[in-house]
């Protein structure tokens, strides 16, 4: 799948088959938030893979947002070491990962948005680490409608060269 045609269609997934996502397709998923971008190249990410059914319940119970995450196959925590722009540099290598993902038809959807602390004894993270998000992954248990999104049109959101100014 084209880079486009994965942000063009991709949708968050709450409903997982209990089918594992091959190991391989784990790695790339880990190697697209590794490769990343990052201010200053300080790389501040550290992700947990989780698969271990038990401890996919017990982070499915902790985050309001995310009790799906109990039957995902698999769940990514991520945790950042705090700067100036660790949410901006984090938030990329999740972004990157969800597109990976979907691009190789796995779905995933962001829980949690910081305020995690209850999860870095569960799964011995330095208190120092701070969790931005979980990332629940896994085949959707139904064919999604790609690309049918309800989005503002490029009018209403994008002005060229000032404010009010149509991008037509």
Do not use: C
């Not at 017990?58 to 109990?70: E, W």
């Not at 990329?92 to 910081?114: C, E, Y």
């Not at 993270?125 to 969790?131: G, K, L, R, S």
């Amino acid at each position: 799948m084209e880079v486009f045609d994965a942000v063009r269609t991709v949708l968050a997934v709450r409903q997982f088959q209990a089918k594992p996502v091959p190991e391989p397709l784990v790695q790339q998923i880990l190697e697209a938030g590794r490769l990343t971008a990052s201010g200053g190249n300080s790389q501040p990410w550290h992700f947990i893979v989780v698969q271990d059914k038990e401890m996919l319940r017990q982070l499915g119970a902790l985050v309001r947002t995310g009790p799906y995450i109990a039957q995902a196959p698999l769940a990514i925590v991520v945790g950042m070491e705090p700067s100036p722009v660790a949410v901006s540099d984090v938030s990329r290598a999740i972004q990157s990962m969800i597109l990976t993902a979907w691009a190789q038809g796995i779905g995933s959807n962001w829980t949690g948005f910081k305020n995690l602390t209850q999860v870095n004894p569960v799964l011995g993270m330095p208190e120092e680490i701070e969790i931005l998000a979980i990332l629940p992954f896994g085949y959707p248990v139904t064919v999604l409608g790609k690309g049918h999104k309800k989005r503002k049109s490029l009018r209403e959101i994008a002005h060229r060269e000032r404010w009010n100014q149509p991008f037509e």
